[in-house]
């Protein structure tokens, strides 16, 4: 696939009230190779995105009964700063709010040089902000952006779904270990206790029989005389 087949699967939804502007664009666009639509106004566009406009009531829009369901495939959307009814600020704030679109490249044109709109464009999601007139020059700059998006989109679309987390059997905490640990030695201790007493016990009981045993009673003793040892029976 040539570069040039590449670049004509990449449809460009451009916004713009000047009929003059908007026809600019679109020239420019397909001078590049890219698949363009083009409308003259943001709520249009929402339309076509499958936004529903909040100032619009009317139950007969194709897409209220399906918010966020995308009408056409649109891989990068460059729009008018100055238009009425929606600027293109709030048309960027509708997109990049909605979690089926907000990966899609905003541009915002405009033909007045005023940073502080330029910044907050930017700040808010924007890729680029063209001064008008627009150049051919310009349209290059999209190509970075759409190339970036087609490459996220199968990395996401590859990336595997990780299995549900299964909780692992629960380890015994420090408390219970050390509760464990406790008794182990507490009956330690109570068996080196009871083993103590058996053996005094026993003991006892051992020299109650030899003080009650026959030899015992009959065996002569020594007594020391004034005249030397006599043996007592």
Not at 146 to 166: I, N, S, T, Y
Not at 176 to 190: F, L, M, P, R, V
Not at 193 to 200: A, E, L, N, T, V
Request: contains cysteine.
């Amino acid at each position: 696939m040539t570069v040039v087949d590449a670049e004509s699967r990449f449809h460009v939804l451009a916004v713009d009230d000047s009929l003059i502007d908007r026809k600019l664009i679109e020239m420019l666009l397909k001078n590049s190779s890219y698949q363009v639509t083009t409308v003259d106004s943001g709520s249009k566009a929402l339309e076509l995105l499958g936004l529903r406009d909040e100032g619009d009531d009317s139950s007969s829009s194709p897409s209220s009964s399906s918010p966020d369901h995308q009408e056409i495939d649109v891989n990068l959307i460059i729009t008018d700063y100055c238009m009425p009814g929606m600027t293109g600020y709030d048309l960027l704030k509708r997109v990049k709010g909605s979690s089926s679109l907000k990966d899609i490249p905003v541009v915002i044109m405009s033909s007045e040089n005023v940073p502080a709109r330029i910044n907050r464009c930017l700040e808010d999601g924007a890729e680029e902000f063209f001064l008008k007139p627009v150049k051919l020059a310009d349209m290059k700059k999209l190509k970075s952006h759409l190339l970036k998006r087609k490459q996220q989109l199968p990395m996401a679309a590859a990336a595997p779904d990780k299995p549900p987390h299964k909780p692992d059997e629960a380890a015994p905490s420090a408390a219970a270990i050390a509760e464990a640990a406790t008794a182990q030695t507490d009956g330690i201790i109570s068996d080196c206790s009871c083993s103590g007493s058996s053996k005094r016990k026993a003991a006892a009981m051992e020299q109650e029989v030899i003080s009650s045993s026959p030899d015992q009673r009959t065996k002569p003793r020594l007594s020391s005389t004034s005249s030397g040892l006599a043996v007592e029976t």
